[in-house]
């Protein structure tokens, strides 16, 4: 986890970042990772360039294959937690990002993508 | 995944019979944890009067990294010892507010003076401090202030 975050940290360095957004996504990689390592187990994380007009950006997928999230509105609630944590982690990575899509099937996995916009 | 941490060694100072504790990397779990034991040994067998951790060099505060200096700081109150956490800076500050991460219970300060200063003046003998009020301690001490532009609403 704390590699995927200093991973993170760098490409968006690489990007041309401000360094408190290098480390406001390297957080909300370390919670999408501390989720796919929590509740999946199997899952992967990747970075990728996105390009909208002039403005650029970060997106990071993290896909996992495991049980899938049973109740999504309250997963995204905050305080919610089936995994004996505090339950900030999704709500919160929301947070921290500026773009958040999750998509989840019962048994098969879950796939959450953010984007922060430089 | 995590960092090869079991071994992490840190480098503790003692001064004003207080422990500090620098950290100066980004800390796996593991790491973590690894330092709350080495912390908590030295609690046990030194007369301190308080611990300060020093998080100046820490930039990614996640949520699992935060609970693990909760703990910390908890583990080192029941051993009756009070902590202060110092040095942190407006990025992870400002994780921990978009994290809603729990900070009503931990004490913080920006500079080692001023938390070296709380923790002596809590050791005075109790007829010392009965002469003065406790020394307030407030939530103004962390920079709530987000850099301008870099965290927009999601």
């Given at each position: 986890m704390a590699y995927a975050a200093l991973d993170a940290r760098n490409f968006a360095r690489g990007l041309g970042f401000s360094v408190a957004d290098q480390y406001t996504i390297a957080t909300a990689v370390s919670e999408l990772a501390q989720n796919i390592v929590k509740y999946a187990d199997f899952g992967h994380?990747?970075?990728?360039?996105?390009?909208?007009?002039?403005?650029?950006?970060?997106?990071?997928?993290?896909?996992?294959?495991?049980?899938?999230?049973?109740?999504?509105?309250?997963?995204?609630a905050d305080k919610f937690s089936t995994g004996g944590t505090m339950g900030v982690g999704l709500p919160g990575t929301k947070r921290l990002?500026?773009?958040?899509h999750i998509d989840s099937v019962l048994g098969q996995g879950t796939q959450i993508v953010v984007t922060k916009w430089r | 995944m995590t960092l090869p941490s079991q071994l992490h060694r840190i480098t503790m100072h003692e001064t004003q019979r207080c422990l500090v504790v620098p950290i100066q990397e980004e800390l796996s779990q593991a790491a973590a944890k690894s330092i709350q034991q080495q912390i908590l040994d030295r609690v046990h067998t030194r007369p301190l009067v308080g611990v300060v951790i020093d998080l100046a060099g820490v930039q990614i505060i996640d949520s699992a990294l935060w609970h693990a200096f909760i703990d910390t700081t908890r583990m080192i109150k029941v051993m009756g010892?009070?902590?202060?956490?110092?040095?942190?800076?407006?990025?992870?500050?400002?994780s921990i507010i978009d994290l809603q991460l729990d900070c009503d219970e931990i004490e913080t300060a920006m500079h080692l003076e001023d938390?070296?200063?709380?923790?002596?003046?809590?050791?005075?003998?109790?007829?010392?401090?009965?002469?003065?009020?406790?020394?307030?301690?407030?939530?103004?001490?962390?920079?709530?202030?987000?850099?301008?532009?870099?965290?927009?609403?999601?």
């Open positions: 994380l990747t970075f990728q360039t996105v390009e909208k007009g002039a403005s650029v950006g970060l997106k990071v997928v993290a896909k996992d294959t495991g049980p899938g999230i049973e109740d999504l509105p309250n997963a995204m990002m500026d773009e958040f | 010892v009070p902590s202060v956490l110092t040095g942190l800076n407006p990025g992870a500050v400002a938390a070296l200063t709380r923790l002596t003046q809590g050791a005075r003998t109790p007829s010392e401090v009965a002469d003065e009020p406790e020394a307030s301690v407030t939530e103004a001490d962390q920079p709530m202030d987000r850099p301008k532009g870099s965290f927009a609403d999601a």
